[in-house]
């Protein structure tokens, strides 16, 4: 599904990602962790070509990413769910639900209201349809961005740290609904730090620094014995 090799990303002189290689198969979910500013966020930015790699290959479901031709393809391909919600605030929910279908994919009005309803339930928050984004919780207000992401009908969901802007309370809310998604067979990566989701859901942990991938096992193993010495530091630290 997604295959990366040898990709580099440069911010001026700084070397973000530094010859990451990863394969991620059909149906996946894989968590990424590591400090801040190890390169998580930017290395699934670049999986949808939010953030252009400078080197290496990039593919997604047969795509190569970076290729002009075909950035409105892997953008459809991949669903986003960003730390900060990035919701139209004119707009009310089932609105920003049905922008990108009706002016993206061409979807009728009817059908892309039909869809997002649908996808509004399966995230639990359909009674507050028309309501405005100001109006809601943060923990809503990310379920809601969350189904405006499966409103494009992604094979992949890539997710940037969804929790980390949201109240403790609300954390669980947003945390059962990606769960469900996990469950349902999506493919799936997530940066995050919530260590005991990753725990959960997880087929496959990545743990990167300093803009390497550092170790990749799947979760017992990365929080029962890590092999790196950098990875057994950092579930040191976290766990206090």
């Known amino acids: 599904m997604i295959r990366l090799r040898n990709v580099n990303k440069y911010f001026g002189n700084f070397h973000v990602l530094q010859d990451v290689s990863l394969d991620i198969v059909q149906g996946e979910k894989v968590v990424v962790c590591g400090p801040s500013g190890s390169g998580k966020s930017t290395l699934i930015r670049c999986i949808n070509h939010l953030e252009p790699h400078d080197s290496g290959e990039i593919t997604l479901d047969g795509l190569t990413v970076g290729t002009p031709k075909d950035v409105l393809t892997v953008r459809r391909t ?30 009728s009005d009817k059908d892309a209201r039909k869809m997002a309803e649908e996808y509004l339930a399966r995230v639990h928050i359909l009674d507050q349809a028309w309501k405005y984004p100001i109006q809601l919780s943060g923990g809503q207000q990310q379920r809601v961005a969350i189904a405006r992401a499966l409103c494009m009908r992604p094979t992949v969901m890539l997710f940037d740290e969804p929790t980390s802007a949201l109240d403790p309370e609300m954390v669980g809310e947003v945390l059962d609904v990606m769960s469900e998604l996990a469950t349902g067979g999506m493919t799936m990566i997530c940066v995050t730090h919530e260590m005991a989701f990753a725990r959960r859901i997880a087929d496959r942990v990545v743990f990167m620094d300093a803009g390497r991938i550092v170790e990749v096992a799947p979760p017992e193993q990365f929080f029962t014995a890590p092999q790196s010495e950098r990875a057994r530091t950092f579930l040191s630290q976290i766990s206090h």
């Open 78 to 107: 991949a669903g986003m769910v960003f730390q900060n919600f990035n919701l139209f605030p004119h707009l009310t929910v089932i609105e920003n639900c049905i922008l990108a279908p009706k002016l993206a994919s061409g979807v």
